[in-house]
C-alpha cells in the first residue's frame, strides 16, 4: 500500500480543502515541518482515519465529531479522501466523521443542533464501481490486511507513543503483542485448562456431598459408625475409605442375621398355612349346616304359592288366543283399505289420459313445422359465418402486412443510424492510429536509453559497494576508537599503579635504612649524622620483581595503544581514498537512477501498449469497413422487401367482399342474434312437447300398473277374510276383545316370568337341599368361634416374625444398594481427582503460578517473536550508536523469578560488556532503541501479515533528543530503508533535519486555519 493523495475538508485544524499529493516529492525521503501546534500530527490522524475511521493516536483515540474543525463554519461537512496504490490497483477512499450541522430553518435557524450527524465511508473500486456501504470497512481492512493497531506499529510511529513498548512492563508488552500477534490463543488455552480445574473442583465438591448423602442412607444402629460418619460430614475425619471398608464389614453382618429371621418366618408362615386350612373346611360345613335349614325354610314358602301361580297360567292362555285374533282381524282391515284405494286411482287415470294424448298429437305437428323453417334458415346462417371467417383471415394477413412493412421502415432507419455511426467510428480510430504511430516514432530511442540506464546502474552498485566498504570502516574505527580509549584508560591506570608501586617500593626500601640508623653515624644515603625524621617501615613489602612486572603491563598497553592508533589510521586513510572516488549524493543519483529507470519502463509500457493499439485499431477498422458494406447491402434488401409486402396487401384487399373487418364482424354480430331469436322459439315448442309427452306416458304406465294390482289387492282382501272368520270358529272366544282391552302383551309376559321364575326357584331349592346334605355326610357341627381365637393367635406370631424378617432384608437390601452406589461414587471420585490434579499441574505451568517459574505460555511464544524483532532492530541500533549498545531479553532462566519478566527489555553495552537496565538509557539513546525496536516490529509484523505490500512509513518526532553524530546515523538508516518503492516521511520541527532532507512537506497555521506546500530539492 503506498499513498498518492490525502484530501483533508473542515478536518482537525484544516479548515480549507487541502490536498496533499505524495507522489511530487522527487526522494522517498522527505521531512514534515512546521512550528509546534501547526497541524503535522493532524495529517498522521487524517490518513489513518480514512483508512480506519480512528486517529492516529493509541493513547488519545480521536473519532466523530471532536474531528470536525473549528475553523470552518458548520455549514461545510468535513470529510477526508485518500487515493492509494495497493499491488498495483488504485482505490479511493471517502470518509465522513460524525459532525454537527446548524439549523437552516424554523425557530432555531442558525444555532447548531444538539445531535451529530453520522459518519459516513465510500470505497471505489479500481474498476470504478462502489464498494456496498456495509461492508466498505471490512473490505478495507482486507485490502489492508493489518488492523489498526498493527499499522500504527507497521506505518504510523506516532508521537512518543514507540517509547512505551520499549519501557512498558511485561504484561503490558504481552497485550501489545496480543494483539498484535493475535497470541490470544494460548490464553485461551490457559483459561480453558483454568475453567476444567475448576470444574473438577466443583465436580469433587458434588462427589463429596454424594459420598455424605449415601453416607447418611446406610441405615445402622452402631453407635462407633454413627460417630464415625459424623466426623467425616464435620470435616474432622478425611479417610473415606477406611470408613467405606466399615460400612461393607456392618453390611456382611446384616446378611447374616437378615438370613436368620427369614428362616424363623418360613416355619412360622407354614404352621399358620397348616392351620389355615383346616379352619376353612370347618367354615364351609358351618355354611352347609346354615344353607340346609334356609331351604327347608323357602321351600314351605313355595308350596303356599302354588294355587296363585295356577291362575296365573289359565289367564296366559286365553289372553294369548285373543291377541291372535285381534292381529288377524286387523289384517284383514288393511287389505280392504289397500283394495279401495287402487280402485279410486284406476279410475282418476282412466279420467285424465284421453285429453293429454289429444295434446301431444298437436303439438307434435306444430314442433315438425317449426324444425323445417328452423333448419331452413340456419344454411344462411352458416354461408354468412364462413364469409366472416375467411374475412378474419384475410384481415389479419393485411395487418401482417402493416406489421412487417414497418417493421421494414423501422430497419431501413436504424441501418441508416448504424451506417452513420460505423463510418464515425472508423473515423476517429483512424485519428487515435495516427496518435499512437506518433508516440512510436517518438520512442524509438528506448533500446538505446536501455543500454544507458544499465551502465549506470552498475556504476552505482560499484559505488553501493564501496559505501558498504565504507560503512564497515566506519564500524570498524569506532569500535578501534572504543577500544582505543579502553587501552588508554587501561594504560592510563597501570601507569598510575606503576608509580605507586615503585614509590611503595622505594619507602619500603627507606623504611629498611631508616631501620639500621644510628644517631651520630652518617646515613649511607645522604651522609647526615642527624636523623630527625627517620623513613617508617612499611607493613606490605614490595619486591623488586613486583615494580618490573608493572613497569612490563605499562609497555605492553602503550605499544598495544600505539598500533591500534596506527590500525585507525590506516582505515581513516583507507575510507577516505574510497570517499575521494565518488562525487555528489548517492541517494540523490540513486534516486536519479532510479526515476529515469521509472520513466524508462513508463515509456516502455506506452510503447509496447502504443504497438498493441495500433494492431488492435487496424483490425477495427478492417471491421468497420465490413460493416459499413454488410449495412449497405442490407439497405437495398430491405427496399426489395418492402414493396413485396406492399404489393401482397393490395391482393389481399381484393379477395374479400367486405370492406373492413369491422363491416364483416357487424353483419355476423345482426345474424348471430337473429339466431339466438329463432333457437329461441323453435325450442320452446319442443320443451312443450317433450313435458306433454312425458307426463302422458306417465298416465299410461299408471293405468297398466293399477289395472294389474287391482285383482291382486282384492284376492288379499278375501283371504285374510277367510283366514279370521276361520280362526274365530276353530276358538271360539265370545269376549276376546275385553281381553284384548284389558291385558296387554307386556301383562303376558309379567305372567309368564312369575311363573317361570316360581318353577326355578322349586328347582333351585331342592338342588340346595341335596348338596348340604352331600356336604354334611353326618359330620358334627364345628365350633367356628374358638377356631377363629386360635388362627388369630397363631396369626399374630407369624405376623410379628415376618415384620421382623421384613424390615431385616429391607435394611440389608436398602444398605446393600446404598453401598453400591457408594463405591460408585467413590471410583467417580477418585476418577475425578486423578483428572482434577491433572489440569491443575497443567493450569499452573501454563499460566506461570510455579514458583521461581511465573513466565506463562503466551510469553514464551511471544518471546520468539521478540527475538526475530530485536533481530532486525539491533542491526539498526547498532549502526545508530556506532556500534556500543543492542537490546536484549531477560534470560529465560532468571526472567520467571519473583514475578513474570520474560518480555522486559535490557541494553547491551559492548564498551563495558555489562548488560543493564533499559531504564538506564539516557533520552537520545532511548529514542534510537524505540525507533529501532519500531522499526523491527514493523518488519516482523509485515512478514507476520504475508501478502503485504506496505511503501509507507511514517516517524513523528523525536530527533531532538539525538546529537549530531547519532541524528546522521539515524538519517542514514532511514535512506537507506527508503530505496526501491519505500516512503517514509519524518514530523518534526528540528532545523538540522532541514538540512539532511531536500524535500519537504512545509506546514503553516494561522487564524484561517493549517496550510501546507511543498518544498522540492
Known sequence: MKPNTLTLCAFGSYAQTTTIDFDKPNQNLFLITGNTGSGKTTIFDALVFALYGQASSNNNKKMGAILQSQFSSYDTTPYVELTFTDHGQKYTIHRVPAHYQMYKRGPK???????????????????????PPKETNAKIEQIMGLSKEQFMQVAMIAQGEFMDVLRSHSDDKKAIFRKLFHTDFYQKIIDQANERKKQGENDLHQFQLRLFSEFEHFECDDPVLIANRQMIIDG????????????????????????????????????????????????????????????????????????NIQKQEDWIQKTEQAWHLHQLYQQYTQALN???????????????????????????????QEKKQYESWMKGYHALEEQVQRARKTFGEIDHCDTLLKQVNDDQKQNVSDLKTLEEKRIRLKKDQERHQTILDTLKDLDVRKLQLENQKQELDAWDKDLDQMDELDAKIKMKQGDYTNIAFEHDQALISYHQVSNQFYDTQAGLLAAQLEPGKPCPVCGSCQHPHPASQQEDTITKEEVNEQQALVQSLDTEREKMAYDIDAMTKKRQELSNQHEGDFTTAYQMYQDQWNQWQNDQKRFQKSTIEIEKMTSQIQDMETKILACQTRQQDLSLQKEKWQVQKETLKKATPFESLFQAEQQWQDKHGEMKNKKQAYETIHDDLEKVSNEWHRLATLKSKYEQELPQRKQWMESTQATFLKQQKEQPIDDWQTYVTQYTKEDVETWKRSVDTFKRSIIAIHTQIQDAQQLIKNRPRPDIKKMEETLRSIEETAKETSEHAVRSLSQFDNNQKTMQKIKAQWQQHQNTLHMYGMYDRLYRQLSGNIPGSRMDIETYVQRTYLARILDAANARFLEMSSGMFELRMKDVETAGEGKNRGLDFMVYSHVTGQTREVRTLSGGESFMAALSLALGMADEIQAHASGIQLDILFIDEGFGTLDDHARKQAIRVLQRMSTGTKMIGLISHVDELKQSIEDQLIVTKDDKGSHIRWQIS
Do not use: C
Open 338 to 368: 289397500l283394495y279401495k284405494e287402487v280402485e279410486t286411482h284406476l279410475l282418476q287415470v282412466k279420467e285424465k289420459e284421453p285429453k293429454l294424448h289429444e295434446r301431444m298429437i298437436d303439438l307434435q305437428t306444430k314442433e315438425a
Open 236 to 307: 474432622k475425619n478425611n479417610d473415606l475409605e477406611a470408613y467405606i471398608q466399615q460400612l461393607q464389614a456392618a453390611l456382611k453382618s446384616e446378611k447374616q442375621e437378615s438370613d436368620r429371621w427369614n428362616e424363623k418366618n418360613q416355619q412360622a408362615q407354614k404352621e399358620r398355612d397348616t392351620y389355615y386350612t383346616l379352619f376353612q373346611q370347618a367354615i364351609h360345613l358351618e355354611e352347609a349346616y346354615t344353607s340346609l335349614s334356609i331351604a327347608n325354610k323357602k321351600k314351605a314358602e313355595l308350596e303356599r304359592q302354588k294355587p
Open 109 to 131: 435557524k442558525g444555532q447548531r443542533k444538539e445531535k451529530a450527524e453520522n459518519g459516513s465511508v465510500s470505497l471505489i473500486m479500481p474498476d470504478g464501481r462502489v464498494y
